[in-house]
């Protein structure tokens, strides 16, 4: 028999150095593909489930894993003449008991003894999602904006609670109020139980024989309210602002989920941000770039002045600090970065065009270093 076994990694199709989440969605995926609900009256499908959840079981406990990974199977099966517990089998055939629970936690109670939620426990609401687009300078120095939310709120005629007005949810007779209803059946490794929401009560497990006229029984009505959303100074396109509690109202006394509002910024015209930063080009005369001048230069505070030194090269950039972007729900700012080009003229008459000839001609290569550097690397 010990010969049969099938290595407990092989199994589950994981290498030996798998993690523990790795292992746990190597199980879940083979679990689902053998249960016997989904492949009925197949044998083989029967032994590879049964297979999967003894591997599972052993490699998803730290001290059997442990105990496996040095002594192999002798490790954690007794029927190796280990004597460390029992394995997956118990004296009546495979045993489903702990499996309920974690087929409960990844598929939501659907097979076995799943373990069972009181379906009348608080439950948080669900968070509405939305998204606002703003200006570069709204997103840099931050803004309030209105947003509107369609949302259910508690029933304020029934208070939640569903049922008119003097009366109140009975328990339900078939489920006892668990909101499940288990099914056993005898297969040929032993007893099998699934577990599915009560049809009765449709899994709520209780009754509400008056229903609230105003809420149909659901404890909520829907509501559309204007919310004042402050957006943060610094912000990025495509972050996520939270407001809590402006979610949807929750269930049974549960506490509302939350408003997620994400934030689309429009590109500027003049402006471009790497983080903090804020990136812009700004033509210059030829006159400029040899002379220097004072430049006038678009920040997102306004305008400031600038002075340009002689000599000043095509592509250079210079700095203009704490003109940026700030940092968000932080101090301090980024600088600003601007490039300056040199536009050439155009559409020049032959006035202009003589006397650049000879302002040229004046000036000649001595005073071209970038020009005499590549000439000199290109005769090498």
């Known amino acids: 028999m010990a010969a049969e076994k099938r290595d407990y990694y092989e199994v589950l199709g994981v290498d030996k150095s798998a993690s523990e989440d790795e292992i746990k969605r190597a199980y879940k995926k083979m679990a689902r ?14 032994e590879k489930f049964k297979e999967v959840n003894e591997a599972y079981e052993v490699l998803s406990d730290s001290d059997k894993k442990a105990r496996y990974d040095q002594f192999g199977f002798a490790g954690v099966d007794p029927n190796y003449g280990a004597g460390a517990g ?3 089998y118990g004296a009546g055939g495979f045993d489903f008991g702990d499996l309920g629970d974690i087929f409960g936690s990844f598929f939501g109670g659907g097979f076995g003894s799943a373990q069972r939620r009181n379906p009348n426990a608080p439950q948080r609401g669900e968070s509405i999602r ?48 668990s909101g499940q209803v288990q099914v056993r059946r005898q297969t040929p490794m032993g007893v099998f139980a699934t577990t599915s929401p009560c049809g009765r009560c449709g899994g709520k497990g209780r009754i509400i024989k008056t229903p609230c006229t105003a809420c149909r029984g659901s404890g909520l009505e829907r509501k559309r309210r204007t919310i004042q ?6 912000i990025d396109n495509g972050q996520t602002i939270s ?19 994400t934030i689309t910024v429009r590109p500027h015209e003049l402006f471009r941000r790497e983080g903090t930063s804020v990136l812009c080009e700004a033509p210059i005369t030829f006159a400029q770039a040899v002379l220097g001048a004072e430049l006038e230069i678009p920040t997102i505070d306004g305008k400031v002045k600038y002075d ?24 301090g700012r980024g600088d600003q970065y601007v490039t300056v080009y040199i536009e050439t003229p155009r559409n020049l ?23 005499k550097k590549f000439f000199k690397k290109f005769k090498k």
Not at 147 to 171: F, I, L, M
Not at 243 to 261: M, V
Not at 308 to 331: A, D, M, V
């Open 349 to 371: 008459n032959r006035e202009q065009k003589e006397a650049l000839k000879k302002f040229a001609e004046s000036v000649g290569d001595n005073n071209y270093e970038e020009r």
């Open 33 to 46: 593909k053998y249960h016997p609900d989904l492949n009925p009256d197949n044998k083989e499908a029967e």
């Open 130 to 177: 939305l998204s606002v687009t703003i200006s570069f300078e709204e997103a840099a120095f931050g803004c309030e904006k209105e947003v509107s939310v369609d949302r259910y709120e508690t029933c304020a005629v029934c208070h939640g609670s569903g049922c008119a007005d003097g009366t109140s949810p009975e328990v339900c007779p078939d489920c006892h109020g």
């Open 229 to 234: 959303a402050k957006i943060p100074a610094g």
């Open 86 to 88: 029992g394995g997956a």
């Open 243 to 261: 407001i809590r509690g402006q979610g949807h109202a929750g269930k049974n006394g549960g506490p509302s989920g939350d408003l997620l509002i």
């Open 308 to 331: 340009l030194p002689e000599g000043t090269q095509s592509g250079t950039t210079f700095r203009l600090k704490g003109k940026g972007i700030p940092e968000l729900n932080g101090r």
